[in-house]
């Protein structure tokens, strides 16, 4: 299994190689660059099964080098000293990463999931979602990507109708699709979400306000119909702002 380090500072390139030598998931052979140029080129000569990916470098940033990178068929995993914008775009794309300074049991665990991924061929299509999320295209014409144990779903986001929180778990409804059930709780997407528009109605339920078609009014909170018949609850602490925002669209 062939990891190359990407990453402008030599002693974290130093430190993650001796993590990676006693992390007891390999054996690995590791290669290393110092930034973008030198990254591409260590990419295309050595072909890596892993790239462990710096997101700010010298020259360039992590971002850089992936728009260099023709059809990309190693497992990524992202460092980054808590850049929340280009965390929220490594969720969108269901791209892992780790923040610095690294914790050895979460780079094995990182390590271990690329391995058990390296036969998913994905990571062309979750780089776009990535790409699309780093630039400023319209967040409704955005995809992205959720995954259950089976298969990884590449959802544009105007084609969630809501999300329905079970438990630790979420269920997506889509339009002209059927549900996708997936283990991350409601909370975590409506932290993506919230910034496309899309809004808690109910502490179970997270809505495209898109989507919306009719304000029911025959309970005290009321309901929402949305595109397909689908309703929804509105709590009495969510009437208000719910209203609110209607009378805005």
């Given at each position: 299994?062939?990891?190359?380090?990407?990453?402008?500072?030599?002693?974290?390139?130093l430190i993650?190689?001796?993590?990676?030598?006693?992390?007891?998931?390999?054996?690995?052979?590791?290669?290393?660059?110092?930034?973008?140029?030198?990254?591409?080129?260590?990419?295309?000569?050595?072909?890596?099964?892993?790239?462990?990916?710096?997101?700010?470098?010298?020259?360039?940033?992590?971002?850089?080098?992936?728009?260099?990178?023709?059809?990309?068929?190693?497992?990524?995993?992202?460092?980054?000293?808590?850049?929340?914008?280009?965390?929220?775009a490594f969720?969108?794309?269901?791209?892992?990463?780790?923040?610095?300074?690294?914790?050895?049991?979460?780079?094995?665990?990182?390590?271990?999931?690329?391995?058990?991924?390296?036969?998913?061929?994905?990571?062309?299509?979750?780089?776009?979602?990535?790409?699309?999320?780093?630039?400023?295209?319209?967040?409704?014409?955005?995809?992205?990507?959720?995954?259950?144990?089976?298969?990884?779903?590449?959802?544009?986001?105007?084609?969630?109708?809501?999300?329905?929180?079970?438990?630790?778990?979420?269920?997506?409804?889509?339009?002209?699709?059927?549900?996708?059930?997936?283990?991350?709780?409601?909370?975590?997407?409506?932290?993506?979400?919230?910034?496309?528009?899309?809004?808690?109605?109910?502490?179970?339920?997270?809505?495209?306000?898109?989507?919306?078609?009719?304000?029911?009014?025959?309970?005290?909170?009321?309901?929402?119909?949305?595109?397909?018949?689908?309703?929804?609850?509105?709590?009495?602490?969510?009437?208000?702002?719910?209203?609110?925002?209607?009378?805005?669209r």
């Amino acid at each position: 299994m062939k990891i190359l380090v990407v990453d402008n500072e030599k002693e974290i390139r130093l430190i993650l190689k001796d993590m990676i030598a006693t992390c007891g998931s390999g054996p690995y052979i590791v290669e290393e660059a110092d930034g973008v140029k030198n990254g591409i080129a260590k990419i295309n000569f050595f072909q890596p099964d892993i790239v462990l990916l710096d997101v700010e470098m010298n020259d360039g940033s992590g971002f850089d080098l992936l728009q260099q990178v023709i059809n990309p068929s190693f497992q990524l995993i992202f460092t980054t000293a808590h850049n929340q914008y280009a965390i929220r775009a490594f969720k969108f794309s269901a791209i892992d990463y780790l923040l610095k300074p690294i914790d050895p049991v979460e780079l094995t665990n990182s390590l271990q999931k690329a391995k058990e991924n390296i036969n998913i061929l994905t990571m062309e299509k979750q780089l776009v979602v990535l790409m699309q999320q780093i630039s400023n295209k319209n967040d409704l014409e955005r995809q992205i990507v959720i995954k259950d144990i089976d298969k990884t779903y590449f959802i544009k986001m105007n084609d969630i109708l809501y999300c329905e929180a079970e438990g630790s778990y979420t269920k997506f409804y889509l339009t002209n699709s059927e549900p996708v059930f997936v283990s991350r709780n409601l909370r975590y997407y409506e932290e993506l979400l919230e910034p496309a528009g899309f809004f808690r109605t109910h502490h179970s339920c997270l809505v495209n306000p898109s989507k919306i078609k009719v304000y029911d009014r025959k309970t005290d909170s009321g309901s929402l119909i949305l595109e397909g018949g689908h309703t929804v609850p509105v709590s009495q602490r969510k009437k208000d702002a719910v209203l609110s925002l209607l009378e805005r669209r």
